[in-house]
């Protein structure tokens, strides 16, 4: 009901309602309460259980990489395409059919389109897939020649971070970043290699960031408009772990797929 006080209406009548803010007076329509379909529902809940959960946890994973400094579409982006492989891969009684390329739409992916790694870092780490086995190896490299430097900068610490996931039985492993330090004026670097067990039904992410200095005591460069970080590997092993394989793994917060 609406009440005229003499000079305006207050309250509803119909589908309208009539409030004063300040010293204006405003008439609004009433929002009508939307019924979601069953396919939407279904839609919402496989977001809230699995696509928006996992991609924070990749996000999460690679924190030290981005360093606050993503550019404005990284969270959407993620999501897109951990939205796009999960549907790909999720039946229509909620079960997962996971294969060795599901995940590769991650590779490649930049956390700041503005500054793609690829751009900074001319050369590849590469990554060798081996029989319940991952292999990484930085090639000794010319500086001059596949790494590209700011004006500004003298120095800079390339830093990478192995992440496993057991997603059927809610594990992850985050490991300890790595780093080499380079210098603008150096020749070249070494080569380096790791190796890591694959559990069967593991996800392997490799990240990459590079973060660059001047001045001494060294002066951060990086930005949000400059952060050249990406995910340079990733391998999927089907099948499933025993838990022994994975006991000394992290609780990982996100509903099971399997």
């Given at each position: 009901m609406?009440?005229?006080n ?9 589908n309208l309602t009539?409030a004063?803010?300040g010293?204006v007076n405003?008439?609004?329509?009433k929002i ?8 939407t529902k ?7 259980k699995?696509i ?5 946890f990749?996000?999460?994973?690679f ?9 404005s579409?990284?969270v959407?982006?993620m ?14 009684n909620?079960?997962?059919n ?6 590769n739409?991650l590779?490649?992916?930049?956390f700041?389109l ?15 897939f ?21 004006v500004?900068?003298?120095?800079c ?18 490991s300890q970043v790595?780093?080499?330090e380079?210098?603008?004026?150096q ?13 069967a ?5 490799f990240?990459?960031?590079?973060t660059y ?13 400059f952060?050249?970080a990406?995910i340079?590997g990733?391998?999927?092993?089907p099948?499933?772990?025993g838990a022994n ?8 917060p ?5």
């Open positions: 609406a009440i005229y003499g000079k305006t209406l207050k309250g509803s009548f119909g009539f004063k803010h010293e405003v008439v609004k329509s009508k309460s939307v019924k979601q379909s069953k396919a279904k839609s919402a809940s496989v977001f809230g699995f928006s959960p996992f991609s924070k990749i996000r999460q994973s924190d030290v990489l981005i360093n606050g400094n993503a550019d579409t990284m959407n982006r999501n897109s395409d951990i939205s796009t492989l999960i549907y790909q891969h999720i039946d229509k909620g079960k997962f996971f294969n060795e390329t599901s995940f739409r590779l490649d992916f930049d700041n503005a500054s793609p790694l690829n751009n900074s870092l001319l050369i590849k780490p590469m990554v060798n081996t029989t319940n086995n991952v292999e990484i190896i930085w090639p000794e490299f010319l500086i001059a020649k596949n790494l590209r430097f700011p500004k900068a003298i120095s610490v390339v830093s990478f971070r192995f992440v496993h996931f057991c997603l059927a039985h809610q594990k992850w492993n985050v790595e780093e080499i380079i210098k603008k004026n020749l070249s670097t070494v080569s380096q290699s790791f190796n890591l067990s694959m559990p039904g593991s996800l392997f992410l990240g990459v960031g590079i200095f001047t001045g001494t005591p060294r002066i951060r460069l990086n930005s949000k408009t952060n050249p990406a340079c990733v391998v999927f092993v099948g499933s772990c394989e994975i006991a000394d793994w992290d609780i990982l996100l509903a099971a797929m399997h």
